[in-house]
């Protein structure tokens, strides 16, 4: 579904020129937690593809409707048949979900063979978070990393036990790498997109493997043979 561009947001729009980088000829593309449809809007429109996105909740933007299917679903259940989608796209979802391994192999299952995904979670390891949240207040960004740092201290920061965490690179890797198409590692160059001004910096980080502790987030595309 498409229609006059309307949606705008730099991060999905720098994340759309990486996919098409990856995989140029997306028809179909199936969002995974799609929240309220702005980003499974873009999506379609940014990439040319017929975009379903699903979610738990009936939230969706009136607006992103008119321009992607979105519907209820259950990610750990998808309702479509085998090898339906070119293309699966999750960002920050699986750290929501009881059963992340099950929705990855849910994702697998509804993807062809030849298709791609790109995936992303917050990244357990990061020292901070939240820095670029949209439509947060600087107090609630502080109050979110002192929750992650009591969570840390007290031995439950993980997911299961209600922290936003996320997983580690090597956790999203293993697991994304059990079900789907071998993952590459994306995030250093889903930060330089991010933050084009500032290449020395970026560079320092992933030189020196402190990106792993630097970067909020962690990313991993793929692509069937």
């Known amino acids: 579904m498409t229609g006059t561009p309307k949606f705008e947001d730099g991060k999905t729009d720098r994340i759309c020129?990486?996919?098409?980088?990856?995989?140029?000829?997306?028809?179909?593309?199936?969002?995974?937690?799609?929240?309220?449809?702005?980003?499974?809007?873009?999506?379609?429109?940014?990439l040319g593809a017929e975009v379903i996105g699903i979610d738990t909740q009936d939230n969706f933007d009136p607006d992103a409707?008119?321009?992607a299917d979105l519907r209820i679903g259950n990610a750990l259940a998808l309702d479509f048949p085998d090898a339906s989608f070119d293309f699966v796209y999750?960002?920050?979802?699986?750290?929501?979900?009881?059963?992340p391994a099950v929705a990855i192999r849910e994702m697998a299952r509804v993807l062809k063979p030849d298709g791609g995904y790109w995936i992303g979670t917050p990244n357990r390891s990061r020292l901070f978070g939240y820095i670029n949240s949209h439509g947060v207040t600087f107090s609630e960004k502080v109050r979110w990393n002192m929750n992650d740092w009591r969570?840390?201290?007290?031995?439950?920061?993980?997911n299961e036990l209600g922290a936003h965490a996320g997983f580690t690179l090597t956790e999203l890797r293993d697991m994304l790498a059990a079900s789907l198409p071998p993952p590459k590692n994306e995030t250093?160059?889903?930060?330089?997109?991010?933050?084009?001004?500032?290449?020395?910096?970026?560079?320092?980080?992933?030189?020196?493997?402190?990106?792993?502790?630097?970067?909020?987030?962690?990313?991993?595309?793929g692509k069937g043979a």
Request: hydrophobic residues 40%.
């Open 188 to 221: 250093s160059a889903y930060y330089r997109a991010m933050y084009p001004a500032r290449p020395t910096t970026l560079s320092v980080l992933n030189a020196t493997g402190l990106y792993r502790i630097a970067y909020p987030c962690v990313y991993f595309s």
């Open 65 to 67: 409707k008119r321009v």
């Open 17 to 46: 020129g990486l996919i098409t980088a990856i995989h140029p000829n997306i028809k179909k593309l199936l969002v995974v937690g799609c929240g309220y449809g702005t980003e499974a809007a873009i999506l379609a429109e940014k």
């Open 90 to 99: 999750s960002y920050h979802t699986l750290e929501h979900i009881e059963q």
């Open 151 to 158: 969570a840390r201290l007290t031995g439950r920061f993980r």
